[in-house]
């Protein structure tokens, strides 16, 4: 219950982009408010962008402001999360979540963490 899948992870260079998917199964994305996490290795996990459950409203974190986009298909039920001009720093773990209003952070996590899918920015 409120566990999703994401995929579209990958090895790419420094100003690259990649899109990540968010995939809902067993439930109705379009009730919940949606949000993007990353983990780096040796840190803790931090909020990168959410969206309401409507798409009309989207919250970034300062360091992936100008760069990645967070949108949703509530047709498909899927969320995404569209990452041009990526940095090494960018390097993580990706997940998505359902969360609760009005923070954008791991302690507002509904339901449970999911698998991740990995992004690596490197020459």
């Known amino acids: 219950q409120l566990q999703l899948v994401e995929s579209g992870g990958g090895l790419v260079q420094p100003g690259g982009s990649l899109r990540l998917s968010c995939a809902a199964s067993?439930?109705?994305?379009?009730?919940?408010?949606i949000g993007w996490f990353r983990q780096a290795p040796g840190k803790d996990r931090e909020g990168v962008s959410c969206?309401?459950?409507?798409?009309?409203?989207?919250d970034y974190a300062d360091s992936v402001k100008g760069r990645f986009t967070i949108s949703r298909d509530n047709a498909k039920n899927t969320v995404y999360l569209q990452m041009n001009s990526l940095k090494p720093e960018d390097t993580a773990v990706y997940y998505c979540?359902?969360?609760?209003?009005?923070?954008?952070?791991?302690?507002?996590?509904?339901?449970?963490w999911g698998q991740g899918t990995q992004v690596t920015v490197s020459s």
């Open positions: 979540a359902a969360v609760r209003f009005p923070l954008c952070r791991p302690s507002s996590l509904l339901g449970s």
């Open positions: 969206i309401s459950s409507s798409g009309e409203s989207t």
């Open positions: 067993g439930f109705r994305l379009d009730y919940y408010r």
